[in-house]
């Protein structure tokens, strides 16, 4: 395979500019860098080459060297000759080397671009008016960029399928592909599921599962996002939004443990779709498609929109000195969350502390799919680790909490998300202790909480999460929460301030991260809010290397034993 | 032009006539079969490398690149298996050659590709042959089991330490098979997609990314004729840097189509068709030549040629001038390709004889890379209905835009061997082009020849 | 063992064979393929997934080949299978009217099979007998100069079922074996 070497940097000649560019990267990337785009519909940063789409063509040159000494041959002003090739190549397989010519600007170039534009069109049926890729359509780019503007074909077009269903999730539209073969090679090479590829044979190839099989994996959606055109769409968003009126927030996938960094679309206030950012550290350009559903929980039937106590809905404020009153002078017991963020985790111990509560925290587990579906399927145990919220490798129950109950030792309960039932509390022992439940959606524990605090999901807050891999990632609001609510954060401050009769106010991220960064032993000592902000943060987890993490070895993941070993 | 008929010279085609040589092992031997093959054994395996690239032989499937610095290229370093492959799926329209050495003298190529294989090392040698030839296969399996039986093939050839399998391979029907990285391609069990080169040139990375020797039948069979006189003497057989014998196929509208084996540069085009081929059908003129296979760019019957050759010499040639070997038709700005000389003579509408080749390409392209593929199907799709009443003025230029939008920007050869047919029956031919688009509303002739 | 396809033992074992002669199973996909066929007519989905367990591939890869390659089949073709060379060579020397005579003598169209599926006709690209076209193979035998009044005698030599016998065509196969007598 074409694997370059990254190592140094070198000098080529960009257009007639020197540049510098690490070595053995290809011409696309190496003009990337400096501005130059070189527009490629079959290459893709992470997927082998396949250059069948001869978009990326650029004039390529190289020093000139006597066959016979090796000594370079040189023009009369002692620069070096170059030997242009004389057809043009393809940039997305062409490694720079020292001293290369490029020139993505040239008229052949540009020639070469209209040529392809044209043929790429010459069979693409006039979709756009109701093709979802509409705003974010390559084709469309290109052609406003580097197309001739108008159109020599008279004949016909070619007639395939259309809007056939490739998959539970995966709507396929064959006349508008252009047999770029990206989603076949991520099916072979990320998903590792072989179920695509193209039958019959020249113009007339077309884009297909087996019959009685389809794109049915867990990363079938990520072809729709590498799909330049709209041959491959979202069935979920189809028809739903045109793609120009959505407004991208940074998120964090709060799936697993993996820590897929994504894009949160969204309009007026309505997640309409999530869809992976790029991190080369993490996900590549990947997410999962359960992961993309979560958005759904938004809007869902069970969600815990207004505060309330005993069952009727009463104002925050109320709630909130409500359960103050249940969890004074109690035997406290706190059930936190993995889900919670890093900063609600923070004040969640900060309280446990002040407070002398006693801690419970469950894991939720599933199957690892060695590839961006970890095992662990909460976005931040890490995070209750680093945070010191807990000393120990949580596990997948509450029996501790349970037996803690029966030996007498908590009264009351402030329960962050879970699901007793379901965890191990015996109804006999939910029946002993008042609750007060602080989540999003119902469940078991919150249909018998005396007071119920509603949360806010991952997308209506902002906050932080350290991944399996120990990278600590914040993630930015993307949609207003119910009307009337408060962060978490802010939930648990003033709990917290009423419990202990301090006054500090924790509402602002940067604030608490003042107080999150000042502790000394804490792996968080000393990193700025503002620096957290800008990228992902590398933690340091030696200090959990014992603690048999649950996660397998994954894109982008060895677990600690085996990096240590 | 001369009046005696120039002789063949048939060294490939010795025996492929002969009503008493039959395609057995017996024959074969009879006739002196294999002795090159232990010749070879009892050199060095670079010698007979060696003695190849003295002879100076080119590949007669259609690029015409030596052989012997095809050998050189291989990558012996990376220690991975070596592999040679003979490219037996002639499909360029015009090409019938390497059926008769199939077909007529299997064991000639069996000769030749062991030995070759000895010379490169290879680990296993198989034949691709097109799925077209049933007969084909089943004889070539015969022979190689013949020749394993006699010790020439497989298992320690002559009771050396040497062992190499030759396996039939058959295709199905695809002329795209006949790239090299498409019959790579296809012999891994894939859809035969030519790769991009750099970097999967087949001497490097080729058949399950081994280095891998891909050579045409008659390259191969003439490995064993230029380890029989030696490389030097074939050499001198032919001119300079045109080396040895070519097989013409020469098909059309002449009297004796067929194939004929000649020395190369022995006889010039217009010797070819008028004398050895007996001249057009009574009555009719020469109106075009295409001399190397359909992929070939065509020659007007009324063009001057000039220019001067690699030897400083000034041309100017005729068509009926042109020397048969590999230069002389690439110096008349077309070439010898895989030596299928068409002919075609005034009862040919031009139009519709590139409709014809323009379908061929159309309905072959893999579909891989997007100007052969779009391209091919715009111009057949043009020239289609530029024949059935529908042509304008502008279809003429508009082809040749098309056909140099495909020019020099695909992955393989057959971008070229798409674009350039249109480009030259286009230029040559540009006002039966334009004549068409007022020929609109005519019928088809029913005496006319239909070639589409 | 699978056979769901019921495939005789002679195919079974063919399979074993060539199979064995490649480094890597999925490089005996074509020769696998035309020996099913071979034996079924055609390659159907059924046959393809067997096939891809047979060579350790996922159907979709072998489905891939048999819609890429002309000769492959998902159904299959007449009884009599009749391919016509429609390329220039052959082209010139008067392909075109042979099919049409075909066409219209055998009662079926091009690219077609005839209803009572006895025959099919095939307008192919070049079958590289160029010099003694048009070029004709009816199932395994390779006939050339068949045009014009020749093809009209051609077709109704086919459908009396006296083809093979006949003197007036005798095919390039079997005039290897007749000129050649040791």
New interface residues.
Partial sequence: MIAPEKNELVVISLNGVEVEVPNGINAVEAAALHGKEVPHYCYHPKLSVAGNCRMCLVEMGTPMRDRGTGDPILEEDGTPKIGWVPKPVIGCATNVSPGMHLRTESDLVNECREGIMEFLLVNHPLDCPICDQAGECRLQEFATDYGRGYSRYIERKNVKPKRTRLGPRVTLDDERCILCSRCIRFSQEVAKDDVLGFVDRGSFSTLTCFPGKELANNYSLNTVDICPVGALTSTDFRFKMRVWFLKESKSICPESSAGCNTLVSSREGVIQRITPRRNDLINDTWMTDSGRALYKLVQAEDRIRRPSANGNDIPLDDAISRAFEILKGKKIGVVASCRSTLEEQFLTHRLIELTDAKVFIRGHFGEDDGILLSADRTPNLRGALVSGLSNYYPQDHLNDLNQSISDGEVESLLVIGEDLLESGVSQDNLSKVSVVFMGTHQNSTSSIAEVILPGLTVFEKSGSFINRSFFLQSFDQAIPGPVGLLSDCEIISRLHNLLTDEAAEFFKLNEIWKAMSSSKNSLLAGIEFSELKKGVIQLDGAKWEHLSFIEKEALHHKPLELTTS | MSTTTPKERRIILKHADD??????I??YLREGGYESLKKAFSMKPEEVGEEVLKSGVRGRGGAGFPAGMKWKFLDRKSGK?IYLICNAD???????K??QIM??DPHQLIEGMMISAFAIGAK?AFIYI??????GARILERAILEAKQAGFCGNQILGSTYSC?L?V???????ICGEETGLIE????????PR?K??YFPAVLGL?QCPTIVNNVETLCNVRHIIEIGGEEFSNIGKPNNTGTRIW?????VMK???YEFECGALTLGEMIFNVCGGLKPGRSLKAV?PGG?SAKVLRADERFTGSLKDGSEFDWGLEDIPLDFDGPMAAGSMSGSG?I?V?DDT?DIVE?MA??N??Y??????????C??????MR??TQ?MCSGGAREEDAD?LL?VA??IE????CAFGEAAAWPTQSFVTKFKDDFIKKASESSKERDSKS???? | MDNSLNLSTDTLSKIDEVVSKYPEKRSASLMVIHLVQDELGAVNNLACEWIARRLELEPINVKELITFYPMLREKPWGRKHVRVCRTLPCALRGSYGTCKTFEEKLGVKEGQVSEDGEYSLEFMECLADCGQGPVVIVDEKTYENVEGKSAEKFADLLIDGNLEESDDFQSYEDSLTQERKQ
């Fill in positions: 009503p008493n040589y039959s395609n057995r017996g024959c298996p002639e499909s360029e329209p015009g090409t019938f390497d059926r077909y007529k296993q097109r799925a077209e030839f049933h007969e399998d396996v391979h058959r295709g199905a029907g695809a002329y296809s012999l891994e069990g894939k859809r035969p997609n991009i750099p970097p399950y196929c020469v098909s059309g509208q189509p067929g194939y295409i359909s299928g068409i075609m040919v004889a014809n080749v379908a061929f159309a309905h072959e392209s893999c579909g891989q890379c997007t100007p593929r779009e391209g091919s199907l715009w799709k043009i209905r508009l835009s140099k939008q020099g920007r695909t992955i020849l239909q070639l589409i």
